[in-house]
């Protein structure tokens, strides 16, 4: 139920929708410094769903949650974000049928899924992503995996975590991945050492992975002493992340709409760009101090869904400074203490997912 009602109906007539138009806004705080805003447009049939978040006065921050706490798994939104120090959250990145997430992803600083490659390799293309450091600076950029195992005097080039198994590459694999899907051959235990930087190696018994513990995947088959060291980082270098979630494709830089630049960088394909569909995003002011979510509903008599363009417009006309495109379609969910606030696309109702943003009160 949404309360505190700071106004009910509001006439804005904004230049984002290429018409100028009455539409109805409806305001209220979710909790102190975070607003939301329903905004119905019977005109131009629209409906948004607009999240800000005021990191300096909501005493908050923002992570990621996979589905079931591994690669393979999907749920609700609704379900990731429940509990009562989560006041509101989005759904995430794009993911396959299985659930698996498309791009990188980090929650609380751990690693969950990390590519050094494009996905489907289109072009070596890497796609968007948002990002937090530790001091819950935003970032969006096309962040790309550099990891190194160091075997003694040499070093080794780790293709990913959690990625399916490649040939003739070193992987890394965590307690988020079903190990019982490994090949025995070539697996090795990599076993955290407390209070050093340091890992020991053995062979793998199939017993449970802690946090710190990894697989590794030698398909290069390079000979490995008793300790190896790890370095797991991302390019371009942002500081130690806390959060990490994919996107596709970005849509504002530096208070500039950079479509279709980005469409032919990112390989956006027109179907998906210039059809209107209902859309996800996630996108931060100029200072960073403010945080915004996007939802708009679409396929629907009530309301017809966005172009990329007349999305990212959307977001200027909040003065957003940088902006990312998530998972839209049937997807696209906007969930405020435990409730879908808007109206997802499926006739099912909510649609289950791979992975959500979330806001934390702490």
């Given amino acids: 139920m949404r309360k505190n009602v700071l106004s009910e109906i509001i006439l804005l007539f904004s230049a984002a929708f290429f018409v100028i138009f ?53 749920q609700q939104t609704s379900i990731m974000a429940s509990g009562d120090t989560v006041p509101a959250a989005i759904n995430a990145d794009f993911f396959e049928a299985d659930g698996s997430i498309i791009n990188n992803m980090i929650s609380d600083g751990f690693i969950i899924k990390a590519l ?45 975590i959690n990625t399916p198994v490649k040939k003739d590459a070193l992987v ?16 090795h235990l990599l076993k955290f050492i407390p209070g050093s930087d340091s890992y020991s190696v053995s062979n793998y018994n199939y017993n449970t992975l802690s946090p710190d513990d990894f697989l590794l995947f030698n398909g290069k088959e390079i000979p490995l002493p008793d300790r190896v060291t790890l370095s797991l980082k991302f390019n371009p270098p942002a500081g130690n992340l806390f959060m990490l ?14 479509l279709p630049e980005s469409e032919v960088l990112e390989r956006v394909f027109p179907r998906f760009s210039n059809t209107r569909h209902p859309r996800t995003g996630i996108g931060f002011s100029q200072d960073s101090t403010k945080i915004y979510f996007f939802v708009v509903d679409g396929r629907q008599a009530s309301s017809r869904g966005m172009s990329l363009n007349e999305f990212a417009d959307l977001m200027l006309s909040y003065n957003v400074y940088n902006a990312l495109n998530l998972d ?17 696309s499926d006739d099912t109702g909510e649609r289950k997912v791979g992975s959500a943003i979330y806001i934390l009160k702490k």
């Fill in 172 to 187: 890394l694999f965590n307690y988020y991945y079903d190990t019982r899907s490994l090949p025995k051959d070539k697996i």
């Fill in 328 to 344: 839209g379609g049937g997807s696209s969910t906007m969930v405020i203490n435990g409730e879908v606030v808007n109206h997802p």
């Fill in 245 to 258: 979630s994919g996107g596709w494709p970005a849509l504002i830089k530096n208070g500039i709409k950079i």
């Fill in 116 to 160: 050094s490659e494009a996905p489907y390799d289109r072009g070596g293309t890497t796609y968007s992503q948002i990002a937090f450091d530790e001091y819950r600076k935003p970032y969006i950029e096309r962040f790309s995996f550099d990891g190194t195992l160091i075997a003694g005097n040499n070093e080794y080039r780790i293709y990913g």
């Fill in 22 to 74: 009455p539409q109805d806004i409806r305001i209220s705080r979710v909790a102190g410094g975070i607003l939301h805003s329903e905004i119905i447009n019977s005109k131009d049939t629209l409906v948004i769903n607009i999240l800000e978040i005021n990191l300096d006065s909501c005493g908050c921050s923002l992570n990621t949650v996979k589905a079931n706490k591994k690669i393979v798994g999907l």
